[in-house]
């Protein structure tokens, strides 16, 4: 099931998809292979605990292989240098302060941090320091205020 979105990334964040794509396709296939191998020779298959968690294993293995792969190919590498650096944009580390005062540091990024797809993510697209951005939730509505943008 592929989607057909780009995904937007800055290149340290697709350096780094490359790279677990890289481990995820060489060693850490090759551990499961040796699993799947070392726990046949425990017995009858039907009954064989060991056998079904590690080809368990592996199909995960294999999902985050294709997921990986998928995203590599619809990313679309911004240019952090044109992107105006006074507003939230993907790669942004972005320090909010809510309603009560409770401060929050994110980074826009669909690689470990908040994606741009998110509630949050699309509620601080585009902010500026100083803006106040209403994020709807699930569960709720909140208000919070850009504090800083940085890179």
Same mark, same amino acid.
């Given at each position: 099931?592929?989607?057909?979105?780009?995904?937007?990334?800055?290149?340290?964040?697709?350096?780094?998809?490359?790279?677990?794509?890289?481990?995820?396709?060489?060693?850490?296939?090759?551990?499961? +292979? $040796?699993?799947?191998?070392?726990?046949?020779?425990?017995? #009858?298959?039907?009954?064989?605990?060991?056998?079904?968690? /590690? %080809?368990?294993?592996?199909?995960?293995?294999?999902?985050?292989?294709?997921?990986?792969?998928?995203?590599?190919?619809?990313?679309?590498?911004?240019?952090?240098?044109?992107?105006?650096?006074?507003?939230?944009?993907?790669?942004?580390?972005?320090?909010?302060?809510?309603?009560?005062?409770?401060?929050?540091? +994110? $980074?826009?990024?669909?690689?470990?941090?908040?994606?741009? #797809?998110?509630?949050?993510?699309?509620?601080?697209?585009? /902010? %500026?320091?100083?803006?106040?951005?209403?994020?709807?939730?699930?569960?709720?509505?909140?208000?919070?205020?850009?504090?800083?943008?940085?890179?």
């Amino acid at each position: 099931m592929r989607a057909e979105k780009p995904e937007p990334l800055t290149r340290s964040q697709k350096e780094q998809l490359v790279t677990e794509l890289a481990e995820l396709e060489g060693p850490r296939r090759a551990a499961a +292979v $040796e699993a799947i191998k070392t726990a046949r020779g425990f017995g #009858d298959l039907s009954e064989n605990f060991e056998y079904h968690a /590690a %080809k368990n294993e592996q199909g995960l293995l294999e999902r985050r292989i294709t997921v990986l792969r998928d995203r590599l190919q619809r990313a679309v590498l911004v240019d952090e240098e044109a992107v105006d650096s006074g507003s939230v944009g993907v790669g942004s580390k972005v320090a909010l302060e809510d309603e009560i005062g409770e401060r929050m540091d +994110v $980074e826009i990024s669909s690689v470990g941090g908040v994606s741009p #797809d998110s509630p949050l993510g699309r509620s601080l697209m585009g /902010a %500026k320091a100083g803006d106040e951005v209403e994020v709807a939730a699930p569960s709720g509505t909140w208000r919070a205020r850009v504090v800083s943008i940085g890179r």
